[in-house]
């Protein structure tokens, strides 16, 4: 069964990475959360795509250089984006499995480590520290690590072999377009851009015994291109109008 991962929660109809856009998500039918996580000066894990938050907030900054209670003075996402008229926390990591963990049954975690930063020999341990202490670690867990970073996945490969990593790219490295991945890599995750122009690297990463997760899939086109390739997992803005296009009834 191919994966709907929702890309920063339902992030077509509400403010990315919010609690919002994620309950919104589980409504729209999603088997599974995509965030971003850095973390702040005092080694707390948020969700933030940019390494700044003057887009998605009312403040300004750098994460890395900011504490947990200082980015919780400013509101998410920045005032002209809120649909609603309400203040909006940052949100956590943990507040993110919290939420995963809410319904009847657990949706899955993908978890993508941003870099570079100043804290980048940190954040794949921090992740995994979290994973363990809630019981998220290992393969049966339905999380995965993911990163464009090569060195950050083969970090927390040697922290850990229990956790799927998922490589991001464009496009593959050249040595890699025969759908060989790196030593410890489990997931090639290609953009769509990449797969419409090379549809065949689908079967070739399938042939190696990996499974490909696409990025960012929207358009009702692409999700038919992913479905006739076997993709197993498309990340979407869009949950709810992929599910319906897979046949699925949220």
């Known amino acids: 069964m191919t994966l709907v991962v929702a890309h920063r929660g339902a992030s077509h109809a509400e403010p990315e990475h919010?609690?919002?856009?994620?309950?919104?998500?589980?409504?729209?039918?999603?088997?599974?959360?995509?965030?971003?996580?850095?973390?702040?000066?005092?080694?707390?894990?948020?969700?933030?795509?940019?390494?700044?938050?003057?887009?998605?907030?009312?403040?300004?900054?750098?994460?890395?250089?900011?504490?947990?209670?200082?980015?919780?003075?400013?509101?998410?996402?920045?005032?002209?984006?809120?649909?609603?008229?309400?203040?909006?926390?940052?949100?956590?990591?943990?507040?993110?499995?919290?939420?995963a963990d809410s319904g009847p049954q657990p949706l899955g975690l993908s978890i993508e480590t941003k870099h570079p930063t100043r804290d980048s020999h940190r954040l794949e341990d921090a992740v995994i520290d979290v994973l363990e202490r809630v019981g998220r670690l290992g393969v049966d867990a339905g999380t995965r690590i993911m990163s464009f970073s090569l060195a950050a996945l083969q970090r927390a490969r040697r922290r850990s072999t229990r956790i799927p990593l998922v490589y991001l790219f464009d496009a593959p490295p050249r040595r890699h377009a025969d759908g060989v991945l790196p030593a410890g890599i489990d997931i090639a995750g290609p953009s769509i851009q990449y797969l419409r122009e090379h549809p065949d690297y689908v079967s070739r990463i399938h042939d190696r015994g990996h499974q490909v997760h696409v990025w960012t899939v929207d358009e009702p086109a692409d999700v038919d291109l992913c479905v006739s390739l076997d993709v197993d997992a498309i990340i979407t803005n869009r949950p709810g109008a992929v599910s319906t296009l897979l046949g699925r009834t949220p």
């Open 18 to 99: 919010t609690r919002e856009a994620y309950e919104l998500a589980i409504r729209e039918g999603a088997d599974a959360f995509e965030c971003d996580v850095r973390l702040t000066r005092d080694g707390h894990l948020v969700l933030v795509h940019d390494a700044l938050i003057d887009r998605t907030s009312t403040g300004r900054g750098a994460v890395s250089r900011l504490s947990l209670a200082e980015l919780d003075t400013h509101r998410y996402p920045h005032g002209r984006d809120v649909h609603h008229g309400e203040a909006y926390r940052i949100m956590t990591l943990d507040m993110l499995i919290d939420i």
